[in-house]
C-alpha cells in the first residue's frame, strides 16, 4: 500500500491517482483526520501490509522509525513537487517493488536520496 500523511497536498493524491497509483490519504480512506504522528500513526503502520508511507514531516527521519513491515519516505522538496517525486522514488532501481522498500526510512531531495535501514547502523546514499 502506498499511504500519504494528510498534510500531503489534495492536488498531489489526484495526480498520484489520475497516473494509477494505487495511492491512499490518512484521513480519506485509512485512519482518520488528526492522527498522532508518532502515537497513532506508527502502531497503524505496523498493523498495515508492505505499507509505503510518505510525509513531509522531518521528525520522522529517525532509526527508532525503521522497521521491516513498512518503508518511511520523509519528501524534503516542494509541497507542490510531492507526486513528481513519489513517482520518481518508486521507479528508482533499489526502490521499484514493495520488498525493496521494506525496513528503510528514506529522505528524498532533489538531488539524493539517503535512508537508514533497520539492523544497520551506516547511513545509506543513492543518486538519481
Request: hydrophobic share 40%; proline share 2%; net charge positive.
Amino acid at each position: 500500500m502506498l499511504l500519504l500523511d494528510e498534510h500531503v497536498l489534495d492536488n498531489q493524491l489526484d495526480k498520484l491517482i489520475l497516473g494509477h497509483l494505487p495511492v491512499k490519504k490518512i484521513g480519506r480512506g485509512v485512519g482518520r483526520k488528526g492522527m498522532d504522528d508518532y502515537n497513532q500513526i506508527i502502531p497503524m503502520l505496523h498493523l498495515l501490509a508492505k505499507t509505503t508511507f510518505f510525509t513531509h514531516d522531518l521528525g520522522f527521519y529517525k532509526r527508532k522509525f525503521c522497521h521491516s513491515c513498512y518503508c518511511m519516505v520523509i519528501l524534503r522538496v516542494g509541497r507542490y513537487e510531492a507526486a513528481k517525486y513519489i513517482r520518481r522514488f518508486l521507479k528508482h532501481a533499489d526502490f521499484n517493488t514493495h520488498n525493496k522498500r521494506m525496513g528503510w526510512v528514506i529522505e528524498v531531495h532533489k538531488a539524493v536520496i539517503k535512508g537508514i535501514r533497520v539492523g544497520r547502523t551506516d547511513e545509506f546514499k543513492f543518486a538519481w
